[in-house]
């Protein structure tokens, strides 16, 4: 979507916009379905934009829902993630000069209006979970049968003991017979 900021270059203070981002589902766009995640609906995009003396300052807020498996157990989960976005609004001509690391600090004007919808999905990106879990103490799937452990234990014996480290295992029991 396109914000017409043409009233606050002639000087208004004071902007709201609040409208869906829809993610393309197509399988060429990462976005819509990374991390195992999908998104069943559009990403809600609502802020302000404030404009003190020539100084424009945008404050967003994003919020998305969406459907994955946890990380440990694979179980089904599906929950919604809302992050914020605070960015300067400049003109691309008083971007010229700056360091290209500062300009993610930005969101760009060109010809009066503000187009940051990749940018936005961008943060959607960088923002989101790598790992969604279906709760924080989430036990996993046994390594040997892969039964859910938070339904239970599994009746698979013993944890085996990983062969490279027996050396270890070994100087800690020479250690406790020393003492």
Request: proline share 5%; glycine share 6%; net charge negative.
């Amino acid at each position: 979507m396109k914000l017409d900021l043409r009233p606050m270059l002639a000087g208004e203070r004071h902007m709201s916009f609040d409208y869906a981002l829809e993610l393309d589902t197509e399988e060429k766009d990462l976005l819509c379905s990374f991390f195992g995640a999908d998104f069943p609906s559009p990403m809600k995009v609502s802020g302000n934009i404030t404009n003190t003396a020539g100084y424009m300052r945008m404050v967003a807020e994003l919020s998305i829902d969406y459907e994955a498996s946890c990380s440990r157990c694979l179980s089904p989960i599906s929950g919604s993630f809302t992050f914020n976005l605070e960015k300067t609004v400049a003109s691309k001509d008083m971007l010229e000069d700056l360091p290209e690391e500062k300009l993610d600090e930005y969101v760009v004007v060109e010809d009066g209006f503000l187009d940051f919808d990749e940018q936005l999905k961008e943060e959607l990106y960088l923002e989101f979970p790598s790992r969604l879990l279906c709760r924080e103490d989430c036990k996993g799937l046994c390594r040997k049968c892969g039964k859910n452990l938070n339904d239970g234990a599994c009746g698979c014996p013993e944890k085996e003991m990983d062969p490279r480290l027996a050396p270890l295992k070994d100087l800690l029991e020479k250690f406790k017979e020393e003492k």
